[in-house]
T-cell receptor, first 117, second 112 residues
Framework: SAVISQKPSRDICQRGTSLTIQCQVD?????MFWYRQQPGQSLTLIAT?????????ESGFVIDKFPISRPNLTFSTLTVSNMSPEDSSIYLC??????????????FGPGTRLTVL | GNSVTQMEGPVTLSEEAFLTINCTYT??????LFWYVQYPGEGLQLLLK?????DKGSNKGFEATYRKETTSFHLEKGSVQVSDSAVYFC???????????FGTGTQLKVEL
């Protein structure tokens, strides 16, 4: 399986500011995903990060609030824009490579714990 | 759409007790099924998986069998340890294979 790192691991931010979270993988992967895990809740998919094209967002998530970049096959960023306390969550990236790791399983980064004051 | 339903927690057991965490799903076609584990303060780790009916996934003493007739993927372990204390998530990926749908998670606490 791939080794996935995220930066920062945690941050405390002020309302109205933006934070960019980085996800780095140690090998090339076809699919990268961003999830949100609100306190005490399960994971919700925000978007699929596509290399060379715009991200595909799930219902309830929009590009203006969560812009995503995917400049190459090993790296992606998620920005949480104009933050409010409701954005306090753990944000996780995951990767999937069907050929290398079997059918449809995803591997997750360690997460970024965001607190918005 | 797809959905996953897990038994609510927290589940509290004594060490060496038998564990079952129920998971049922709704999906079209032939999804793949997964159990992920999240230890305190850590990210998600894939625990085991099954990709077709009657497959049994196993890892670290945990097992789950893909039961298409009952649309279930219950997680079991014969003898739990304190170190198994974590939150366990059941998940499925649809036939297209790109999107994971998670259950709400079940917190397991194992006491001496």
């Amino acid at each position: 399986s791939a080794v996935i790192s995220q930066k920062p691991s945690r941050d405390i931010c002020q309302r109205g500011t933006s934070l960019t979270i980085q996800c780095q993988v140690d090998s090339q992967v076809t699919m990268m995903f961003w999830y949100r895990q609100q306190p005490g809740q399960s994971l919700t998919l925000i978007a699929t990060a596509n290399q060379g094209s715009e991200a595909t967002y799930e219902s309830g998530f929009v590009i203006d609030k969560f812009p995503i970049s995917r400049p190459n096959l090993t790296f992606s960023t998620l920005t949480v824009s104009n933050m409010s306390p409701e954005d306090s969550s753990i944000y996780l990236c995951s990767v999937q490579d069907r050929q290398g790791w079997g059918s449809r399983e995803q591997f997750f980064g360690p997460g970024t714990r965001l607190t918005v004051l | 759409g797809n959905s996953v339903t897990q038994m609510e927690g927290p589940v509290t057991l004594s060490e060496e007790a038998f564990l079952t965490i129920n998971c049922t799903y709704t999906a079209t076609g032939y999804p793949s099924l997964f159990w992920y584990v999240q230890y305190p303060g850590e990210g998600l780790q894939l625990l085991l998986k099954a990709t077709k009916a009657d497959d049994k996934g196993s890892n670290k003493g945990f097992e789950a069998t893909y039961r298409k007739e009952t649309t279930s993927f219950h997680l079991e372990k014969g003898s739990v340890q304190v170190s198994d204390s974590a939150v366990y998530f059941c998940a499925l990926s649809d036939q297209g294979g790109n999107k994971l749908t998670f259950g709400t998670g079940t917190q397991l606490k194992v006491e001496l």
